[in-house]
């Protein structure tokens, strides 16, 4: 369960301070929570993959409880006809008021993009959707996909490009996840409901088992155990700048140029939602 903190910034001056890198080894760091032997870790820990049949899907998650990160990891997603399968990775605390960062990919058929769903909870609200199409085939190759995830902000990323940045909005009244531990989880499912084109599109089970491959988990982040946040790592490597990262002006406008061109929903855009007016964040500058 994960508690709640007093966040003060002698914290964070003490974070900045330890925060370091630590390369990632799946046996050291996940559990395969479920799936019953459809989730593996290989190669002495530096490959993890899940599967979905028609029985069931599986999933992982992180031992740790992380309070701040800037979090990477690998993903190779479900190749061919993958209707119906979603491929969810993201950060999560527990409870009904529960703050969560996520990265969804909704499979296709062959030869038709997948979906990427970005979301940001916070204080159990979510209802922040954000949709992309990607700018490379997901399933040829592993690409990174990255939360930066820090007091001022949250940043979306896909191979170090910003594609989605979720501010500090308090001073206006929008709550901001900053007092809740979060573990890292990823579940491969099938939800063929409503995944693929609105549902009409059903898994072809002759094609499974759907596998998704993980690799290269790299957290710099403070974990929160026993009620402390400790920010040291076993890792030699130091890197605390991500604690108050924000984009630069290129960053941003490599960003702005993602949303134009790959963005196919915003819930900032949709009118038609939000008759009483844009959620407040959408409108703030
Ligand atoms: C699948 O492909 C169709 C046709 O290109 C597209 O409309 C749809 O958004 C794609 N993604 C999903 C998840 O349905």
Redesign the pocket.
């Known amino acids: 369960m994960a508690g709640s903190v007093g966040f003060t910034y002698s914290f964070l001056l003490i974070a900045s301070l330890f925060a370091a890198a630590s390369a990632g080894n799946f046996y050291r760091d996940f559990d395969i929570t479920w799936g019953d032997g459809r989730g593996k870790i290989l190669n002495n820990g530096q490959m993890l993959t899940l599967s979905l049949d028609k029985a069931s899907g599986s999933g992982f998650q992180s031992k740790n409880e992380y309070l701040f990160g800037r979090i990477d990891m690998q993903l190779k997603l479900v190749p061919g006809n993958s209707a119906g399968t979603v491929t969810a990775y993201y950060l999560s605390s527990q409870g009904a008021a529960h703050d969560e960062i996520d990265f969804e990919f909704?499979?296709?058929?062959s030869g038709?993009?997948?979906?990427l769903h970005t979301n940001v909870f916070s204080e159990g609200k979510g209802g922040r959707e954000q949709q992309f199409r990607l700018w490379f085939d997901p399933t040829a190759d592993f690409h990174t996909y990255s939360i930066l995830w820090n007091p001022q902000r949250i940043i979306f990323s896909v191979d170090g490009t910003a594609i989605r940045e979720f501010k500090n909005f308090e001073s206006i009244g929008v709550p901001f996840p900053k007092s809740q531990a979060m573990r890292i989880y990823s579940s491969l499912w099938n939800a063929d409901d409503w995944?693929?084109?609105g549902g009409r599109v059903k898994t072809d089970w002759s094609k499974a088992p759907f596998t998704a491959s993980y690799r290269n988990f790299n957290a710099n982040a403070c974990i929160w155990s026993n009620g402390k946040s400790s920010c040291s790592s076993t890792s030699a490597s130091r890197n605390n700048a991500w604690l108050t990262e924000e984009l630069d002006t290129t960053s941003q406008a490599r960003m702005k140029w993602v949303q134009k061109n790959y963005m196919i929903y915003n819930y900032c855009t949709d009118k038609q939602r939000f008759p009483q007016g844009l959620p407040k964040e959408c409108t703030a500058l």
């Open positions: 909704l499979g296709n058929v038709q993009p997948y979906t995944a693929t084109q």
